[in-house]
Nanobody, 119 residues
Framework: QVQLVESGGGLVQTGGSLRLSCAASGIIFSTSDMAWYRQAPGKRRELVARVTFGGTTNYADSVKDRFTISRDNAKNTVYLQMNRLKPEDTATYFC?????????????WGVGTQVTVSS
């Protein structure tokens, strides 16, 4: 059974930083492309960042140069370092496995981790 457990969210002021973690189990992590998504109230879930099993990264324009996605295959964990946070980054953040070469999520969603950026 696939489990994706996100953590690391919280309340932070504009300009602050947070590091999110996502621990994955039930998958062959080292050969999986992973991604972070977010969903703000009343909005659709959107892809924020993706990292391939080979380490190639992609970012949404809205977070480029502020967020960094990384992975630790030994820990089956993917991270999202978020710097220079803005109020519009406020959302629930989720991770998932994505189909190779796409941003399409593969498994059911976890509960996510809430990020709130105060102005």
């Amino acid at each position: 059974q696939v489990q994706l457990v996100e953590s690391g969210g919280g309340l932070v002021q504009t300009g602050g930083s947070l590091r999110l973690s996502c621990a994955a189990s039930g998958i062959i992590f080292s050969t999986s492309d992973m991604a972070w998504y977010r969903q703000a109230p009343g909005k659709r879930r959107e892809l924020v960042a993706r990292v391939t099993f080979g380490g190639t990264t992609n970012y949404a324009d809205s977070v480029k140069d502020r967020f960094t996605i990384s992975r630790d295959n030994a820990k089956n964990t993917v991270y999202l370092q978020m710097n220079r946070l803005k109020p519009e980054d406020t959302a629930t953040y989720f991770c998932n496995v994505v189909f190779t070469g796409t941003g399409i999520s593969r498994y059911s969603w976890g509960v996510g981790t809430q990020v709130t950026v105060s102005s």
